[in-house]
């Protein structure tokens, strides 16, 4: 390829008979070297662009593979934790039913001993209520006898 500075010294031989004007030769050379000298630079700074593009669009690439990957892991560590949080739930909720379990136990015995209790208080007060009752009649049968003599 031709650069500007090719064109510009580029010389041509002369002849004698039937040749082009010289002046018009150099004129037409000096626009076509300012028309491509535009071009040419237009083209280099094309390629630096494409070259600038090109290794913006790789690092975009790994970027957009390096985010994949890390959305990936994170998918993987949300459901992992998404799945021990789950079984502590699980535990949590079997230990608070061990427990309640326990306490209900507990609780029947509790109203087990206190009925016994009651049961055992209420015997005790008939067996009161009885030897009152029965103080009482020896009491009267006694004020009877007093008030016979």
Same mark, same amino acid.
């Given at each position: 390829?031709?650069?500007?500075?090719?064109?510009?010294?580029?010389?041509?031989?002369?002849?004698?008979?039937?040749?082009?004007?010289?002046?018009?030769?150099?004129?037409?050379?000096?626009?076509?070297?300012?028309?491509?000298?535009? %071009?040419?630079? #237009?083209?280099?700074?094309?390629?630096?662009?494409? @070259?600038? $593009?090109?290794?913006?669009?790789?690092? !975009? *690439?790994?970027?957009?593979?390096?985010?994949?990957?890390?959305?990936?892991?994170?998918?993987?560590?949300?459901?992992?934790?998404?799945?021990?949080?789950?079984?502590?739930?699980?535990?949590?909720?079997?230990?608070?039913?061990?427990?309640?379990?326990?306490?209900?136990?507990? %609780?029947?015995? #509790?109203?087990?001993?206190?009925?016994?209790?009651? @049961?055992? $208080?209420?015997?005790?007060?008939?067996? !009161? *209520?009885?030897?009152?009752?029965?103080?009482?009649?020896?009491?009267?049968?006694?004020?009877?006898?007093?008030?016979?003599?």
């Amino acid at each position: 390829m031709y650069t500007p500075l090719d064109i510009e010294n580029k010389k041509f031989s002369k002849q004698m008979m039937n040749g082009y004007s010289v002046e018009e030769v150099d004129n037409f050379l000096d626009e076509l070297t300012v028309d491509y000298e535009k %071009l040419y630079k #237009q083209s280099n700074e094309s390629r630096a662009k494409i @070259e600038e $593009l090109e290794s913006n669009l790789v690092k !975009y *690439k790994n970027l957009e593979t390096t985010l994949q990957n890390t959305l990936v892991m994170a998918q993987g560590t949300a459901d992992e934790i998404k799945k021990v949080a789950q079984q502590q739930a699980e535990q949590i909720v079997k230990d608070a039913q061990g427990t309640a379990r326990e306490q209900v136990m507990e %609780l029947e015995q #509790q109203i087990t001993m206190k009925t016994k209790e009651l @049961e055992d $208080l209420k015997k005790q007060f008939d067996v !009161y *209520k009885a030897k009152m009752e029965s103080l009482l009649i020896s009491q009267l049968e006694l004020l009877k006898e007093v008030n016979k003599d």
